[in-house]
């Protein structure tokens, strides 16, 4: 089996799989947190190289306040707990998105994870936090054209390489194979540019579920697929 060098995973269904439990949603987002820590170790075991994930988006500050101070909980502890993760793994971890808008001591956990994790390369972790695809690209056309007014950059040397190092995923290859749990079939404003020749794959599976097995199911998917996109495509 052919592993995709690049995963990267929409993260969605905790507050259904809570639900048809009779639990709260802040359950499901408990149970998919820790699901996220074993998952990084099925990636490390596969050998897949990174793996980026959607945990925030710019959109999920519109969930009901309690929810969102239960992930903010969530995501002070999962923070801490992902340096250990790091270490055991080898792992460097990134945080895409626009960190500003979480509190200063969320902020201070982020850039102590990637410092501390900032020379390890057996895995390469993205974790997108406040994250949304437009706000990325807005947030890089910014500093791109601030860039060109201060005259580092002049307007015919802009390529697609140049305009995607201001990206949050900068340095990262794109995505080979992008995976959704729990039935949605939309990219709810993922990795928009970076996903433009990625296969998806889509599951009725709730993300506290989707353990080691179901990620195989999706790279035999994935391994079944012809990727000779923009050429012929031959018997
Ligand atoms: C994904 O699960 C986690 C976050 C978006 C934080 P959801 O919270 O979207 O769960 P559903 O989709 O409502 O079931
Ligand atoms: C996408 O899931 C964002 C994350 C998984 C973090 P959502 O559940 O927020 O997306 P929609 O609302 O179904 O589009
Ligand atoms: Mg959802």
């Not at 802040?26 to 945990?55: F, Q, R, W």
């Not at 801490?80 to 200063?104: L, Y």
Request: contains cysteine.
């Amino acid at each position: 089996m052919k592993v995709p060098n690049h995963i990267a995973i929409i993260l969605d269904g905790n507050g259904r799989w809570a639900k048809a439990k009779g639990m709260p949603r802040g359950y499901g987002h408990v149970k998919g947190c820790a699901n996220l820590e074993s998952i990084c170790d099925d990636i490390k075991d596969l050998g897949v190289k990174y793996l980026t994930v959607y945990a925030f988006s710019t959109e999920n500050w519109k969930r009901s306040r309690e929810e969102v101070e239960g992930l903010m909980k969530l995501f002070r502890s999962y923070l801490k707990k992902c340096i250990r993760s790091a270490e055991k793994n080898k792992m460097r971890v990134k945080v895409i998105g626009d960190i500003t808008a979480f509190d200063s001591d969320i902020q201070e956990k982020i850039r102590y994870l990637e410092d501390f994790s900032k020379d390890y390369k057996e895995l390469f972790f993205q974790i997108a936090l406040n994250y949304g695809s437009r706000d990325e690209i807005v947030r890089g056309v910014r500093r791109l054209a601030q860039d060109a007014v201060d005259g580092r950059l002049k307007p015919e040397d802009i390529d697609e390489k140049v305009f995607e190092s201001y990206l949050d995923t900068a340095g990262i290859p794109d995505p080979d194979l992008l995976i959704r749990t729990s039935g949605e079939q939309r990219l709810s404003n993922y990795l928009l540019w970076q996903l433009a020749y990625t296969e998806f794959y889509f599951t009725d599976v709730a993300w506290p579920d989707f353990h080691k097995p179901d990620l195989i199911k999706a790279i035999e998917k994935y391994n079944e697929r012809d990727r000779r996109y923009g050429g012929v495509k031959e018997e």
